[in-house]
């Protein structure tokens, strides 16, 4: 399968899933005090940042999460969060609101560069590849509020 | 006057704003909070959007809206949903994913994003907590 039929198909997986309403109750609650502790720290500019990122690599995971019996999937997604880390620290984010929209665009370009990141990865190690057994978790806890 | 009469007409003074900060009027009266609770409620509301699901959801409202119940309203609506998103562009988009300049990869990030409703959900709880407690702390600090 060629790099951007992978690619295509984990998107059409990841279409299809969904926060169960528990969930986003759970995260809406225990989300609450984040903002207070940020601001406690004189940081409130980077909850929302680390919030984004903690979620695309958590929806990376729960899309790939069959690939987690391979090491190279834990080292590239090791190295892709630490290349975060620089990202939330140093680029100047400010506290004015932006709409949700605009934030989940700006997660859907990350989700789609770390997608093809594993997939061009995927292709250059040995054994099963990630289109072999990326997905196929799509359709677990996430999905089940559809 | 005595000492004392002094002494409690300076405390009765620097008091009062502790006591009456607003001068009585009651929260709804006083226009710094009403307009923070609203300007809060507005980008709350927006942020809002980006938790309805797409089946079941605003699909289904719509659905309803053509006279249709169930399925058959999201299936409508989903239609409706569709059609807007083809366009938009947004069909095109996925076709070009590999598009490497800068105006490609934004292209595309804007395109997936109206594809993957989990990262709206996400994106949208954030931005929801965000809108709160910017909005508390606005209220706090009105007089």
């Known amino acids: 399968m060629s790099l951007a039929s992978d690619v295509k198909s984990d998107i059409k997986a990841a279409k299809k899933m969904r926060l169960p309403w528990w969930a986003v109750l759970c995260l809406l609650v225990f989300g609450m005090p984040l903002p207070w502790l940020f601001d406690h720290f004189g940081r409130l500019n980077l909850m929302l940042p680390i919030w984004n990122s903690v979620a695309v690599l958590g929806f990376m995971l729960a899309l790939k999460w069959k690939l987690g019996r391979h090491a190279w999937f834990w080292i590239t997604m090791t190295v892709i969060a630490a290349l975060h880390v620089p990202l939330i620290l140093f680029v100047p984010w400010g506290t004015k609101w932006v709409p949700a929209l605009a934030i989940a665009a700006i997660d859907s370009l990350d989700f789609c560069l770390i997608l093809w990141i594993l997939s061009v990865v995927g292709k250059f190690v040995p054994g099963p590849k990630a289109s072999e057994d990326g997905h196929s978790s799509s359709g677990g806890t996430t999905a089940a509020s559809r | 006057m005595t000492h ?3 002494c ?29 609770l609203g ?20 699909a289904r409202i719509i659905g309803h809206g053509s006279g249709y119940v169930g399925v058959v309203a999201d299936q409508a609506g989903n239609s409706v949903i569709k059609a807007v998103g083809a ?6 988009g996925l076709n070009g994913l590999f598009d490497t300049s800068p105006q490609g990869l934004i292209s595309d990030g804007l395109t997936v994003a109206g594809f993957i409703p989990g ?20 209220v706090s600090q009105c007089p």
Not at chain 2, 41 to 56: C, H, M, R, T, W
């Open chain 2, 4 to 6: 004392s009469a002094v």
């Open chain 2, 39 to 58: 300007a809060g409620a507005l980008s709350a509301g927006f942020d809002a959007i980006g938790l309805i699901p797409e089946a079941g959801g605003i």
């Open chain 2, 119 to 138: 990262l709206g959900q996400a994106a949208a709880i954030g931005s929801i907590i965000m809108d709160t407690y910017k909005t508390a702390k606005a």
């Open chain 2, 8 to 36: 409690a007409s300076e405390g009765a003074r620097h008091r009062r704003p502790a006591i009456a900060p607003n001068n009585g009027t009651p929260w709804y009266k006083n226009s710094c909070v009403t307009s923070a």
């Open chain 2, 87 to 92: 366009s938009t562009g947004t069909v095109r």
